[in-house]
């Protein structure tokens, strides 16, 4: 039961996050994602 509250809290804290990533990421131009692929290698 301890495992699935974490889960779930887990869930609920890091979906806003990828949310907002992936927001970030469409409205990103493609110079500003080809800069950044670059930096992460």
Known sequence: MLVLTCTVVGLIISAPWALID???Y???SDREFA?????TG
């Open 22 to 24: 992936m927001i970030r």
């Open 26 to 28: 469409l409205v990103m």
């Open 35 to 39: 800069a950044r692929a670059r930096e």
